[in-house]
């Protein structure tokens, strides 16, 4: 299975790449830069992205402190 999404939507594209499968991300000819940003770190992130386990992680070891 694969995801498509549009670039158009910061939510939608987490979302898709958080499932952990293989998506693809098209462009629209004019986008915010933020949205630039975003793709670029989930492109460079190691995938699938699991941000609940890793904010789970990291409020534990704070409260451990």
């Known amino acids: 299975d694969m995801i498509f999404v549009t670039a158009d939507s910061a939510r939608m594209v987490s979302e898709a790449a958080s499932s952990g499968k293989e998506m693809a991300v098209f462009m629209p000819k004019q986008i915010h830069f ?3 940003k975003l793709t670029e770190a989930i492109q460079a992130a190691p ?4 941000e609940a386990k890793r904010c789970a992680e990291i409020i534990k070891s ?4």
Not at 62 to 65: A, V, Y
């Open 34 to 36: 933020s949205y630039i």
């Open 47 to 50: 995938l699938p992205l699991n």
């Open 62 to 65: 704070r409260l451990q402190k």
